[in-house]
């Protein structure tokens, strides 16, 4: 079931004190799945997808993820309320790619993540192909 259907821009600029996913502007299309049901007894260890492209609008806004993808996480799990330990981070590209990310210590609030990419697995795909056809 799709949750969220959006493009998300930000200008790379900070006016709350607050770090923005990268210091240059970007934009993706996002797309965030429920991929369990509440009507069987399995439990899922992603039961949410998100699934992002890049949307490039302007030659300025061709920033890439793959060195931002904590941040990028952080924002999308506080704003819609997911749990980052718990969603399967998705990037469509040339390749289906997922961002692993493992808590790894804990600076006064903030949390900072191991990152590794890797292929999606088969598994993974036929999760979300229903939901990347049209992307």
């Known amino acids: 079931m799709i949750l969220h259907d ?3 821009e930000w200008d790379g600029k900070s006016r709350s004190g607050e770090k923005p996913i990268s210091w240059w502007p970007g934009s993706y299309r996002v797309r965030i799945v429920k991929l369990g049901d509440d009507t069987r007894s399995i439990r899922y260890l992603f039961p949410v997808a998100v699934i992002f ?4 609008t302007t030659d300025t806004m061709n ?3 793959n060195n931002y993808i904590d941040n990028f996480a952080k924002k999308i799990s506080r704003t819609y309320d997911l749990d ?4 399967l981070w998705v990037e469509l ?3 289906i790619r997922v961002a692993q ?3 790894d210590r804990q600076l006064s609030d903030e ?3 191991t990152i590794s990419w ?3 697995r088969p598994n993974e795909l036929g999760m979300i192909a229903p939901y990347i056809q049209d992307f």
């Open 111 to 113: 949390t900072l993540y």
């Open 84 to 87: 980052i330990d718990k969603t």
């Open 53 to 56: 492209k890049s949307k490039k």
């Open 118 to 120: 890797r292929p999606a």
């Open 101 to 103: 990310l493992h808590p």
């Open 93 to 95: 590209g040339d390749k």
């Open 6 to 8: 959006i493009t998300y």
């Open 63 to 65: 920033t890439s993820l």
